[in-house]
């Protein structure tokens, strides 16, 4: 799991790369959200994920998994 500020991080150093040059150093991840908000927040910052490319799950704490390929 990586934290918020290093996966927005990630998804900077990605963002105007197209998606042959991110898919080679592409891995999944995962971070905790605090709410569906924000998760849905997240995974449309640039690059925004596509199809295919995250996952979401709530937890039973009102919190959220993201799961993305990046």
């Known amino acids: 799991m990586v ?10 150093a990605a963002a105007g790369r197209s998606a042959a040059e991110v898919a080679p150093g592409a891995v999944w991840r995962q971070i ?9 927040n997240f995974v449309n ?4 994920q596509q199809a295919g490319e995250v996952s979401m799950t709530n937890r039973a704490d009102g919190q959220v998994d993201v799961y993305y390929f990046l």
């Open 32 to 40: 905790i959200e605090p709410d569906p908000g924000a998760a849905v």
């Open 3 to 12: 934290t918020h500020e290093e996966a927005v991080a990630h998804k900077e």
């Open 45 to 48: 910052l640039s690059p925004a």
